[in-house]
């Protein structure tokens, strides 16, 4: 990813850095360390997970203080904070001009993200149909991923 040469920091950091700054919140050290590792970890993470990752960067940073960076990364429309059936919480990248859906493996947890442009229209029409204007959704698709099925199938013959 391209940097601004005049921060030497990832465009969305600087984002991150400008919305602090518009509400008057301390742009710390630790804060910058975090926003520089959320998106440098592409992914859909927990906050654990997440958590584990910047300890790496810097072992210093405490769990409370990664929850509240990502919540502020949340606030400012830069991370989205998505549930799926599991009940946890995970983060990732918001991007706020491309949309896209999720399907589940049940079984290990494998997250693919997919952009189908007949499921965009779809919605659309199924809300027209009903007098709806959609402002957002979420959608998830749930089953077991074909690693998983071709191991389920190799142990039980």
Do not use: W
């Not at 910058?32 to 584990?52: Q, R």
């Not at 810097?58 to 799926?84: M, W």
């Not at 919480?89 to 079984?107: G, I, K, N, Q, T």
Request: net charge negative; aromatic share 8%; charged share 25%.
């Amino acid at each position: 990813m391209k940097k601004d040469a005049e921060t030497n920091a990832l465009p969305s950091v600087r984002a991150f850095l400008d919305f602090m700054s518009r509400k008057g919140l301390n742009t710390t050290a630790q804060r910058k360390v975090i926003a520089e590792a959320f998106f440098d970890f592409p992914g859909h993470h927990s906050l654990e997970e997440f958590y584990l990752h910047v300890q790496k960067k810097d072992p210093s940073i405490g769990q409370t203080t990664v929850y509240r960076t990502l919540k502020l990364l949340c606030d400012a429309g830069l991370a989205t904070e998505i549930h799926f059936s599991d009940g946890i919480a995970r983060y990732e990248v918001a991007h706020p001009d491309s949309h896209h859906d999720h399907m589940v493996c049940l079984s290990c947890g494998r997250i693919v993200e997919i952009c189908d442009e007949r499921i965009e229209t779809l919605q659309k029409d199924i809300a027209s149909a009903h007098g709806f204007v959609l402002s957002g959704h979420i959608h998830n698709l749930y089953g077991i991923c074909p690693e998983c099925r071709a191991h389920r199938d190799t142990h039980s013959a």
